[in-house]
């Protein structure tokens, strides 16, 4: 790896076809050369340049459409729950409301999950076991959303609704805090936060392995070298150095709950409002959208829906840059 | 350790009970440790138990409608069991055409230069945004395909819902064309150059050529990917309850006609959607399987 940077590609080509010899008249096939060279370099920086102009667009396109809305409710749009499709008034706060608090569910649950398979597959698993879990953790990423969707609402919601809501509300007695109050129905905010937890799990246990790869053996090795336990070499020696990348990790797992939309639409329950439960049904910006786009009445519905998505993007824009910033910052000195 | 007069004589009862303590110290170091070990095998077994699940549920509910009419017929109207998918197959495939055409040559173009231009200022804006571009929500690209793609002609179309497909496919196969163009050794460059080859041939027929076994891997997992998204076609490709194949009108898509069904009130239709599902896992999960074996022989067992 520090071989290839230090020979960088583009100073080996001037090597080879830098300038001709003084005097000696320049051959077509030279100039075919050069000309080849120019038009490949800039096709490929074109095809390059393609991607920051795709995000562009995006931005644009969605913002355009997006800004009667904005004009029209401004502020309020974030902070009213008012969403009155037939009178004309669009206030968006359950939607972003349920995008927050599923997500946060969604985090609380994944992330210890996360971290442990991410340390027992850089340090602890054997190796006869680490292929296949690492494999398994990569296949769930890969299961597409709506079959989460399918499992939610078959088997997941069902569970819910028989054991694990009234396990938490009356066994476990924590009906006693507005979390888990309110009838069992199944559809709800834990559901949409539990599916999502699973979605994301892999997100960030992929990328805390990279940044814990990344640690060096030195610092693993300094901390049994004092008398460290394993679990202490984890703890003092290793996770610190990683810190940031792992938080990092942590965001992109943010990014991805936060847009994630077809399981949240079938398992939330998309109804527009704020309840203080998590047995309540709720909505998410990315539901929202998914639900009442095809079915828009009207210019200002379809704005306000895009006005919806415009909040969405630039969050999740914002979160991933910062995920990808502090992931780059820990895994770069590899 | 904590001896203060030496190693002579009996040790005292104050450097007995010292040594005890230490003892004590290490074991509940020793437990801790183990406990927080066992904490981990624990994490790693609830971490793979929905995928388990998922699979088991797939296979019992719908392993049983998955026969040969699934792949051939259409969808029947609710209350007849039986029936297929044909037409959301063909229009899958169909979406990953577009999508594949649209987004690998970009997609490896751009892989290309940044693996080849890696300091440059484009180089890593592009890199960073490729990545960031990889975590938007697809729904997102979703509304943005309709704006620019379905609005200004008035209709739904297969080719809208391709195109916005593979522009999320772009990120994905930059990604993993520059790490493999990387992994190709600067000494084959060399040789080339030294043989007299000129730039844009070194890079595309030995370079690109050499990585092509890894750039192909990355194409297979960007379109198993999208094989199963369902947020951007619901305004693009819309689905299509008939047979079409046309890339003007709008067309059926696996995990599309997945979603209606499973969210429709019929059970025959139920059972549709796990059939489909599982075939759609199953086709995701080959090319992932596949992806993974041949990387690993290509690089070694790398991780």
Redesign the interface.
Known sequence: MT??VA????Q??EV??GPAPAGSSRSWTEI??EI??R???W??????????I??L??FV??GV?AWPALRAFGLSFLTSSDWDPVAGHFGAAPAIYGTIVSSILALVVAT??????A???S???PSWL??P????????A??????????G???LIPFLREYLMPFLRDTLHLGVLPLFTGPAYGSSMLAAGLILA?MC?PYI?AVTREVLLAVPRSQREAALALGA????V?RDAVIPYARSGIIGGII?GL??A?????AVT?LIGNRHEISASLFAPGYTM?SL??NE??EATGDMHLAA??AV?FV??LV??L???I???LV?QTARER | MAATNGWAGAPSGRQRAVAERTERTIRR??L??SV??G??????A???L??L??VI??IR?GGSSVNLAFFTHMQRSPGESGGGMANAIVGTLILIGIASAVGL??G???G???A??R?TL??T??R??????N??????????A???LVKPVRHFSALAGGIALG?MM??MV?RTTEEMV?LVP?SL??AA??LGY????T??SIVLRTALGGIVTGALVAM??I?????PL??TA?GNQFWSTSLRAPIAAL?LQ??NY??SAYDEW?AQ??AG?LV??GI??VI?LAA?VATRQRYGAG?
């Open positions: 071989d290839a020979r960088d590609p583009t080996v080509t080879a076809t075919g050369t080849g060279d038009v490949y370099t096709s490929i920086a074109g095809f390059a340049s393609l991607v920051p795709l995000l667009l995006i396109a969605v459409a210890p999950l996360a971290l442990g398979v340390v027992f597959l340090e602890f698993a680490r292929g879990v690492a494999f398994a953790v990569d296949l769930l890969a299961v597409p959303s709506v079959i989460y969707g399918l499992w609402i078959f088997i699973i799990l246990s336990t394993r679990w202490e984890i992109l990014g991805r936060l847009g994630e939309t077809m079938m990315a959208i998914a786009f095809s829906l895009m998505g969405l993007l999740t824009f979160v991933n840059a995920a990808r910033w780059w | 170091r020793r801790r440790s927080m070990i904490l981990m095998y624990v994490a790693a609830v971490a793979i929905p995928l699940l998922i549920h797939l509910l040559p970009v490896i173009g751009a290309l230069y940044l080849e231009k300091t484009l180089a804006t592009v960073f945004l490729a990545d960031v571009l975590g938007l929500p697809s729904i997102v690209m979703g509304i943005f309709w704006e620019l522009a772009i990120p930059t990387r600067i460059r060399e150059l030294a000129s730039r844009w041939r890079s595309l198993a990917r094989a199963g998204e369902t947020a619901l305004f819309l995990p997945i979603f499973a969210i139920h959607a796990w599902a759609l896992v995701v999960f992932s993974r991780d």
